[in-house]
């Protein structure tokens, strides 16, 4: 009784410093350095085990219970935790956690590769010490396994606290050690026989995801298209993530962020004001993929396209309506918060490419290498070595190797650059291509009251992302000229959305239907088939580019999508221009209740927003009724509001009824 009693204190005495000291290395107490906390902590474990100590004589407990673990037992081991702990965090990130990135194929092998490869260097880093076994036996070997495979799984549960996960691991690893130890040689027997069909499992399910996105796939799909008109040409879609109009240097901005777009505008046309439909990145997507406004294709939830979703799927694509005409189609995207394939952006393509497999990636898929990068971060002060970014020059890249091995088909090409969304960090030799200092934190932080001198540096770094992707934007259209590519393809350069950086007293974007965020940039270029160097000065809206797109290319059945083609402002022909006034609508929609990091400061608290441009006027209405209305003319930085002037009253009013219009007009549609 006494014996187990020592026994029982040396083990949690261990336990307690091992979770003082690793709550630190392992970066889970969130601290850089050792608190108060775990100093005490750290006490009050070797207390206890000081105490178990003098109860029993620790060297014959070891000697007597744990046999020295042999390299090759140590090394089996080691795959097999870290196998098993990657199939339970697998089972718990798909049944319980609830993130996007869960949705991607790569997922299994990603999660089970890291584990494994995680607790194979653990092995080796135990193999030397070994050789002493009073310190690495069988038992503590085994012992550190189960806490770390009990510990992977609970990392994935933020909303707990951190010292209750360790405790339970702890906890857990006491007991279930206690148990393999009393059924050692069967344990072990057990562990060599079923370690070749855990990796059978781990190569048949990686191979699933794997499958899922590889050219095979993709080949089989392209295999079932009807052929391509022979005279039909590609379409490169360009969305720069988060850039508004007024930064770019193409649309007057007076830092030269946008030479290479400068240069390019003179093959093609500008549109001097264009118009996204939504402030935010997914909705904005859906809509230049369809024609579709937000109201419609967002019910309800964040899935627009989600063909599974009855009704959703009588909206088409883009990219199956030129499937269906025959197109190789393919999306490269960036932005894996609104781009991935899980939020249905990737309806029609024959291959997409958002979640690429990499070094971060892999780290980034377990919790427990998330941790320990975090902490040697910390320590090293290196930033961003669990980094998902994918940077202009990969998309391209991925879009270029792709371009290399298709034949025999007209492509469609969408490619999402994220570099200038926040966190805004431009690579080198960017960091500093404007401005002379980089801001504390380039991530904006929603509630945070920002001093101009903040703003400034933020927008900065932001200038600098732009005039990194404009320069990548430029290698790519020089290599499709080389090759030949871009003589017959029509080139569509634009953005979701923009970005505030405190007009209106607000930052970041979303949460508003100000110029800032609906203002993007447009150049269609389309080699000497569109007059060049043209610009277009009425607001133009994303809205009708699906319907541009299969004009310019030459289907006839333009009736799919709702809109109209923009070619009416370059063709004399088409009527509409002429006169007729035309409305733009945008809106932030909330479906639902208020997501909970709404800030009560921004205008989208109040409840979905609607606008409209129209006239020389832009009309805002707030979810509780109020309204705005600017000159959309000769305010383009909507700096005053005339809803109350006595002199707009009339065009107030005929915004009122103009938007009642346009709702009831999509919804008949
Ligand atoms: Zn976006």
């Not at 009050?44 to 178990?52: D, M």
């Not at 894996?336 to 980034?364: I, K, N, Q, V």
């Not at 949460?511 to 277009?536: D, E, M, T, W």
């Amino acid at each position: 009784m006494k014996k187990l009693l020592s026994v029982h204190l040396i083990v949690f005495g261990a336990g307690v410093i091992f979770v003082a000291v690793a709550a630190d290395f392992l970066g889970l107490g969130g601290h850089p350095k050792m608190g108060t906390r775990q100093i005490l902590l750290a006490i009050a474990g070797f207390a206890v085990l000081l105490i178990g100590k003098y109860k029993l004589d620790w060297r014959r407990m070891v000697a007597d219970s744990s046999p020295p673990v042999s390299w090759r037992q140590l090394l089996i081991m080691a795959a097999w935790f870290g196998l098993l702990t990657g199939f339970l965090e697998f089972l718990v990130r798909e049944l319980f956690v609830k993130i996007i990135f869960n949705l991607n194929p790569h997922l299994f092998w990603m999660i089970t590769l890291a584990n494994l490869i995680l607790f194979t260097i653990i092995g080796l880093i135990l193999l030397p010490v070994r050789r002493w076994p009073k310190v690495v036996s069988l038992r503590i070997t085994t012992f550190i396994f189960i806490l770390l495979g009990c510990l992977a799984p609970l990392l994935n549960f933020p909303q707990i606290d951190i010292w209750a996960r360790v405790l339970l691991a702890v906890g857990l690893a006491v007991q279930l050690s206690r148990l393999v130890a009393a059924h050692s040689n069967g344990f072990h027997t057990f562990v060599r026989r079923t370690l070749p069909w855990m990796l059978i499992l781990a190569v048949g399910g990686s191979s699933v995801g794997i499958y899922e996105s590889s050219t095979l796939s993709e080949n089989r799909t392209l295999a079932k298209l009807p052929p391509a008109m022979p005279s039909a040409p590609n379409v490169l879609l360009l969305v720069l993530d988060t850039v508004r109009a007024q930064n770019l240097s193409l649309y007057g901005y007076h830092r030269p962020t946008t030479p290479r777009l400068e240069q390019f505008a003179k093959t093609g046309i500008l549109f001097e004001r264009a118009l996204s439909t939504s402030p935010w990145t997914l909705p904005a997507h859906a809509t230049m993929f369809t024609g579709r406004f937000t109201h419609e294709l967002f019910p309800e939830g964040q899935t627009p396209l989600d063909a599974t979703v009855p009704l959703r799927d009588e909206y088409p694509t883009l990219a199956e309506i030129l499937s269906e005409h025959g197109y190789a189609t393919a999306g490269f995207v960036a932005n894996l918060g609104y781009c991935a394939a899980a939020y249905g952006l990737s309806r029609g393509f024959a291959r997409y490419e958002d979640y690429m497999p990499s070094l971060e990636l892999l780290l980034g898929s377990s919790a427990l290498a998330v941790k320990l990068v975090r902490q040697y971060r910390e320590l090293t002060e290196k930033q961003n070595v669990i980094d998902h970014r994918k940077r202009a020059e990969d998309v391209n890249n991925s879009f270029l190797h792709w371009l290399s091995r298709r034949e025999g088909r007209p492509f469609f090409a969408f490619l999402n650059y994220y570099d200038a969304h926040d966190p805004y960090l431009p690579p080198y030799p960017f960091e500093l291509k404007f401005g002379s200092k980089k801001p504390e934190d380039a991530q904006i932080a929603h509630g945070r009251k920002y001093k101009s001198h903040e703003i400034q540096e933020l927008q900065d770094v932001y200038d600098s992302c732009i005039a990194y992707i404009d320069h990548e934007i430029g290698s790519l259209l020089d290599k499709l000229q080389e090759q030949g590519v871009l003589e017959c393809t029509v080139v569509i350069i634009t953005s979701d959305h923009g970005e505030q950086f405190g007009e209106h007293g607000l930052m970041y974007h979303g949460n508003s239907l100000y110029s800032q965020l609906l203002h993007v940039p447009l150049l269609i270029s389309f080699s000497k088939n569109l007059p060049a160097g043209k610009r277009i000065r009425q607001p133009v809206s994303l809205r009708d580019l699906p319907n541009t797109v299969v004009d310019l290319v030459g289907i006839d059945d333009i009736t799919r999508f709702p809109g109209s083609s923009l070619a009416r402002h370059w063709v004399d022909a088409r009527a509409s221009a002429n006169g007729e006034v035309e409305t733009h609508f945008a809106e932030v929609f909330v479906g639902g209740e208020t997501p909970n990091w709404f800030q009560e400061s921004w205008p989208v608290y109040k409840g979905s927003m609607q606008s409209l441009v129209r006239e020389g006027y832009h009309y805002i209405r707030y979810g509780d009724g109020n309204e705005e209305l600017f000159d959309f003319e000769n305010d383009p930085k909507e700096e005053h509001d005339r809803a109350d002037s006595e002199g707009d009253r009339a065009m107030l009013k005929l915004m009122r009824a103009a938007l009642e219009t346009a709702l009831a007009l999509s919804q008949e549609n």
